[in-house]
């Protein structure tokens, strides 16, 4: 077999971490080839010795056969190789066709032949139906169309060899199977391709073969169609990890918790994003919120945990109308939240891991008496949160920013459920964690359930929405489009209705 890539035996050291440690890679001509491993494992820095943003301390690069010193991103593109990168690289106020063309322009008797270019780049978008409109400018695109200008830019360029760095970690469902799409178009074209993940479903759909990393050596390489979750997931942990979280039957309390009523509420550049939201929750079951990211659910979140008001309708808790409550008294009544935002909205990241910890608490007895803290009772828990919750870091003095996306998490989630809350908003709770890390706080949100707390879980996964929720309701554009009940529900049925391709009434109970 041809390989277009051949990595061989690299070894690369940053000050006091090993990033890759004997690491081989072989991608072979017109492949799709998975790369997996957590955050950290050194993924990224394999694909910046590749693309010629970091040299390597020792290894052999080939491409298509022969031995390769790529010294530079330049060196590398001449090669054939290009890389779209986890943060864009584009220039926001400049033009889909001036970014792409930037650079690389053909000239004319000296000057831009931007007829020429824009033929050349229409071919492209044709060809592998990566459609965008090449006069918008830059910061007009979606997070989607962004990642297509990538991508044409890197073909525009001749790729043969295109790397993509965690490329589905930014966009919707609907986005992503369009990316597959794409992705295998372009190898029926003979492109090859690296493709960077966390998420094992989508590696296994496209990948011809999948090589897994962890803690910067390799551990494990299949062939895609080969490949299970439960092996890869423990190729990339290092232990056996069950993502299906049991759902024990469970019958709901008859009386309902929290009461929506009919909530009409603007966005923050002042549009309609709640138009007649309406539903129920009862203890001890979760209620899923599924949708395209955009359609109302960022709003709905801040209604109901009190970030803010609505123009009108109702927010009920517990019998109370809360509608016009400050955050606070809303905590204090047995609501917590953990944000979809966890650096903006849920943690201080220069203030110290208990510090975060015990932020809910630190006011109220048994914590304080008479406004005096008691800083042995606050660290006692600070330290029994981090063991139970399993949060890695050598103590709790360490300043919170220095730990992982997982472990930030973990600190967020151990704050606002380890005295039960009667009722749990999750956003987005698992976003950006690892795989370790995203099975222990699914478990976390069904034993809160199982004790009978009342959760709301709006997320931008299905898979979790459909693996965790008794019920599911789906927004689009505002309005609950569906409510269907999380014991029989059918992906496709629900995509549809994330698309607003259909909808019917909800029941509301
Ligand atoms: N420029 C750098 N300087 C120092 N350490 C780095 C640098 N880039 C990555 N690392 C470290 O190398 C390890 C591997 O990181 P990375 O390749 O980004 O992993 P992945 O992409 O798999 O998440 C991590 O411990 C990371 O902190
Ligand atoms: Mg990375």
């Not at 780049?121 to 169309?145: F, M, P």
């Not at 439960?230 to 990890?241: D, H, N, P």
């Not at 600070?382 to 220095?402: M, N, S, V, Y």
């Not at 995203?438 to 009342?454: C, K, N, Q, T, V």
């Amino acid at each position: 077999m041809e390989y277009a890539v051949e990595m061989e035996r690299i070894t690369k050291r940053y000050p006091g971490v090993l990033a890759n440690d004997d690491v081989s890679l072989c991608v072979g001509a017109g492949e799709i080839h998975g790369l997996i491993g957590e955050n950290g494992a050194g993924k990224s820095t394999l694909m910046n010795i590749l693309y010629g943003l970091e040299l390597p301390d020792s290894g052999v690069i080939r491409v298509f056969g022969r031995e390769a010193a790529i010294g530079s991103p330049n060196a590398a593109i001449r090669l054939g190789i290009s890389m779209v990168h986890q943060h864009f690289m584009l220039m926001p106020n400049m033009t889909v066709l001036q970014n792409i063309i930037l650079g690389r322009a053909p000239t004319r008797f000296g000057f831009i032949d931007r007829a020429k270019a824009r033929e050349a780049i229409s071919d492209i978008i044709d060809r592998y139906d990566l459609a965008v409109d090449l006069d918008l400018k830059i910061y007009q695109l979606s997070v989607g169309q962004k990642q297509r200008v990538e991508i044409i830019k890197a073909l525009y360029r001749r790729a043969k060899i295109l790397v993509l760095d965690e490329p589905t970690a930014v966009l919707t469902p609907d986005e992503t199977n369009r990316l597959m799409s794409v992705l295998r178009r372009l190898k029926e074209q003979g492109i090859s391709i690296i493709f960077i993940t966390h998420k094992l479903r989508e590696v296994m759909e496209v990948s011809d073969m999948i090589t897994v990393m962890r803690k910067g050596a390799v551990t494990g390489r299949v062939k895609g169609a080969e490949a299970s979750a439960g092996s890869l997931s423990t190729m990339m942990v290092g232990r056996i990890v069950d993502m299906s979280v049991p759902k024990a039957e469970r019958k709901p309390a008859e009386e309902p918790i929290v009461e929506i009523d009919c909530l009409h509420a603007l966005n923050s550049r002042g549009l309609p994003a709640l138009r007649g939201v309406s539903f129920r929750i009862f203890p001890g079951e979760i209620v899923g919120v599924a949708g395209v990211e955009g359609n109302g659910q960022t709003e709905l979140i801040e209604v109901i945990s009190g970030l803010s008001r609505p123009l009108s309708g109702s927010v009920r808790f517990m019998g109370l109308d809360v509608t016009h409550m400050p955050v606070r008294p809303r905590r204090e009544l047995g609501m917590a939240h953990v944000p979809e935002d966890r650096l903006k909205q849920g943690v201080a990241a220069s203030c110290s891991i208990r510090d975060n910890l015990v932020l809910g608490c630190y006011y109220r007895p048994p914590y304080s008496k008479l406004g005096v803290m008691d800083n042995n009772r606050l660290s006692g828990l600070a330290e029994r949160l981090r063991e139970d919750f399993d949060i890695k870091a050598p103590g709790t003095g360490g300043l919170l920013g220095t730990l992982s996306g997982g472990n930030m998490q973990k600190v967020v989630f151990a704050r606002e459920t380890h005295d039960s809350p009667k009722f749990l908003i999750a956003a987005q709770p698992t976003r950006g964690v690892d795989i370790g890390a995203i099975e222990y706080i699914r478990r976390r949100i069904m034993r809160l359930r199982d004790e009978g707390s009342a959760i709301l879980l709006v997320s931008a996964e299905l898979d979790e929405i459909l693996s965790l929720s008794d019920r599911i309701l789906v927004m689009y554009e505002g309005e609950i489009a569906a409510e269907v009940d999380g014991n029989c529900a059918d992906e496709d049925e629900i995509g549809q209705f994330m698309m607003g391709a259909r909808r019917k009434g909800h029941s509301d109970a």
